[in-house]
């Protein structure tokens, strides 16, 4: 493996920009711990996931920048990069990911509000009189 690997994840409007390498475990995003910037616990395992369905939990140490979006969409897209940067670290570890859904970047976005509409397809009300 090289000295660091970095991948980009993305969902909703969230970019996380991770950057992986060989170390003792330790997670860093935005210059602080995992549960100081994810203090939910949900939102931490799904950051996890990919280090922890591989075995590699312990091994990387992991930097991440991450921003736009709120904190379930920044969730997904620094799991998301990680699950990359696993496989550009070592190929072995895709077929693992793929099968549990890890490396599918998740298409859903916010739809565009409408002009002539309250939101993207609220309809004003229908007033008969």
Known sequence: MENKVNRTGRRKEAVAKVFLSLGK?????????????????????????????TDNLKRYDVEI??????????????????????????GKFRATLKKKGLLSRDPRMVERKKYGRRKARKRPQYSKR
């Not at 939910?40 to 369905?53: D, H, M």
């Open 25 to 53: 475990g330790d997670i860093l995003v935005n210059g602080r711990r995992l549960d100081q910037y994810f203090p939910q616990p949900n939102l931490q395992s799904k950051i996890t996931a990919p280090l922890e369905v």
């Open 65 to 90: 920048k991450v921003f736009g979006g709120g904190t379930s969409g920044q969730a997904g897209a620094v799991s998301l990069g990680i699950a990359r940067a696993l496989v550009d670290a070592d």
